[in-house]
């Protein structure tokens, strides 16, 4: 018992100073596993009361046992490193390397007992399985840990989508646009957006999905240059951030929780809570005029230009209210939907988050660019008007000097 509860405690401290030492190998440093075997030779594992009850026969077989033990336990270990050989001088120098008595030999082995290797089908112990995780870590984390820049990165995509010209057949495919429902699920007036069926799924020609993608994409940018307002609805769960994105890039609004039926159609008793909200008019650079509203004019409803949706089918009821107000529509259809309920449908896999990315993406940064070449446009209206109002003032001032506006000017060059 003395003997088995000497091994277990020395090789318990042992193997936790070599695994500290093994896990801050220090590069460069010569390295032989031969010194360090050389080093314990001379090292004595019994502690000196304990060693004087003993007779000289049995404290030099132990002490030989212990030094086989250590020279099995390092046999197998790669640690090779100057602390590890430090480490081994300081055993033999301090305390002649001793544990201490019986009861510090059996307190170590409580708390090293889960050490021991499994059998069998025995599960790993936690300390066993942080080894056996931090053997692999050391050998094949490197293994295949460069990712190509081809890679799909949802965040990266979402951010920064692609214009619609960057955007060909092999963007639709990598974000599953062409997959469809089963044969069973069919829409007749989906047919022509079909391209063939496979394994019992509609494939949907992509061809007419980027047709259709680029038309909607320029309707946006007209609208959007135009001052329009755009809604963005998308009810499904993990459209959220897609739909809100979209709607801040393209200045526009969103719904991603639930369509409140009426809210066209009964905009009176559905809005009754936000009567009291002002009303203001902005100019074409989204700033507040000063002319006042009329008193009729605050319960009107103001209609949106354009609302794009992302799941037709579980929003009938906005399709039938924009129907009724005569609001135009886009979205994705997929082979279950209807695309006569739609003014512009796109063909596609409406179930996959990332062709919903692409969608709204494209038509998001077209709004934006939309926005862009209007708040352009004004800005270089207002310094025209500018301008003007200068040189009709310089010329009110000095009527008899000659001046000549540029409008003047040009009047004179055309004629």
């Not at 293994?143 to 979402?158: Q, R």
């Not at 307002?229 to 009810?235: A, D, K, Y």
């Not at 009938?316 to 739609?342: F, H, N, V, W, Y």
């Not at 940064?365 to 209206?381: I, M, T």
Request: include cysteine; aromatic fraction near 6%.
């Amino acid at each position: 018992m003395l003997r088995q509860s000497l091994k277990l405690g020395i090789k318990a401290q042992i193997g936790a100073k070599l695994r500290q030492y093994s896990s801050t190998d220090s590069p460069g440093v010569e390295r032989s596993i031969q010194q360090l075997l050389e080093a314990t030779k001379s090292m004595s594992f019994l502690h000196p009361p304990v060693a004087e009850g003993l007779s000289p026969e049995l404290r030099d077989k132990l002490n030989k046992e212990l030094r086989e033990l250590f020279h099995d336990f390092i046999a197998g270990v790669d640690i090779e490193s100057q602390q590890a050989k430090e480490f081994v001088e300081r055993i033999g120098s301090a305390d002649n390397g001793v544990i201490g008595d019986i009861s510090q030999a059996i307190e170590r082995l409580r708390k090293v007992s889960s050490i021991s290797i499994s059998e069998g089908s025995e599960p790993y112990a936690i300390p066993e399985m942080y080894m056996r995780q931090a053997f692999h870590t050391k050998n094949i984390a490197d293994m295949g840990a460069n990712i190509s820049d081809d890679v799909y990165k949802p965040s990266f995509e979402a951010a920064h989508p692609k214009s619609v010209y960057e955007t060909g057949i092999s963007e639709l495919i990598a974000a599953g646009a062409h997959l469809g429902h089963a044969t069973s699920r069919l829409r007749p007036n989906c047919m022509p957006y079909i391209y063939g069926v496979r394994e019992g799924i509609h494939i949907i020609d992509l061809q007419q999905t980027l047709a259709s993608l680029r038309r909607v994409s320029k309707v946006v940018r007209e609208l959007s240059a135009n001052a329009g307002i755009i809604l963005f609805v998308g009810t499904r769960k993990g459209q959220e951030g897609t739909v809100e994105r979209a709607a801040k890039r393209a200045k526009g609004y969103y719904v991603y929780k639930r369509w409140v039926p009426g809210t066209f159609t009964n905009f009176q008793i559905i809005s009754e809570q936000k009567r009291n909200v002002d009303r203001l008019e902005l100019n074409m650079a989204d700033e507040p005029s000063d002319r006042q509203l009329s008193p009729s004019l605050f319960g009107t409803i103001i209609k949106p230009d354009l609302v794009v949706v992302l799941n037709p089918v579980e929003n009938r009821a906005l399709l039938s209210e924009c129907i009724k107000m005569r609001i135009p529509t886009t979205g994705i259809i997929d082979t279950d939907s209807e695309p006569s309920l739609l003014t512009y449908p796109i063909p596609g896999n409406d179930d996959s988050i990332r062709f919903n990315d692409l969608v709204l993406g494209v038509l998001s940064r077209q709004a934006e660019l939309g926005n862009n070449n209007r708040l352009s446009n004004y800005q270089k209206h207002v310094e025209q008007v500018l301008k003007e109002e200068e040189e009709a003032e310089h010329k009110k001032r000095n009527p008899d000097d000659g001046f000549i506006s540029e409008n003047e000017r040009k009047l004179a060059e055309s004629q």
